[in-house]
């Protein structure tokens, strides 16, 4: 074999989309905004947040806690995926480990109610960060699925195509299903 034809041979390998995605500049981007979000809106919540509240009528003073605490909670849940995602990109854990551990982090829910009694009246910087929390959300979700679902899927695909004693049972049972139908 040839050194050119062993080159190209090594290059037809799968090559996992979501680890590089994950490993890019990309991520790196992602995880730079992320940590930014979160230091910002602790800055706002802990000093200029915590003035403007105190000013609030009770419906929007019950919003500004409510909301607040979501943004905190989606907040955290989002840098505890960023930095395992980190950690596998620098070798600390591997995909399978940061997968179980991702388990225990909450992307879907935590919405917060822009249309609740009280909204409009929570203070601009607060509502932004929000705005911003869920823009973030939902870009981290987008890459969860790519690096999570497609990793299952093609696990569950290497899985069945790697029995092929159970698929031959399945071909007996169809045949046998097929005759008693008949």
């Not at 041979?9 to 995880?31: N, Q, R, Y």
């Not at 009694?117 to 979700?141: A, D, F, N, V």
């Amino acid at each position: 074999m040839s050194d050119k034809h062993k080159q190209r041979h090594f290059d037809s390998s799968p090559v996992s989309f979501g680890a590089k995605l994950a490993d890019s500049d990309s991520f790196k981007t992602l995880f730079r905004d992320g940590m930014a979000l979160v230091e910002e809106a602790a800055d706002y919540l802990d000093g200029e947040g915590r003035v403007e509240a105190k000013s609030l009528p009770r419906v929007a003073s019950l919003a500004y806690a409510t909301e607040s605490m979501r943004l905190t909670t989606r907040l955290m849940q989002m840098a505890s995926w960023l930095l395992l995602q980190r950690a596998v990109n620098e070798g600390e854990m591997t995909l399978e480990q940061a997968g179980q551990e991702k388990n225990k982090v909450k992307l879907h829910g935590l919405s917060s109610s822009k249309d609740g009694p009280g909204w409009e009246e929570l203070p601009t910087r607060l509502r932004e960060l929000i705005e911003q929390s869920m823009h973030l959300q939902k870009r981290i979700r987008h890459l969860d699925e790519v690096i999570y679902s497609k990793r299952s899927a093609s696990a569950e695909v290497e899985t069945a195509q790697s029995n092929p004693v159970g698929d031959q049972i399945g071909m007996i049972a169809n045949a046998f299903s097929a005759k008693a139908a008949d």
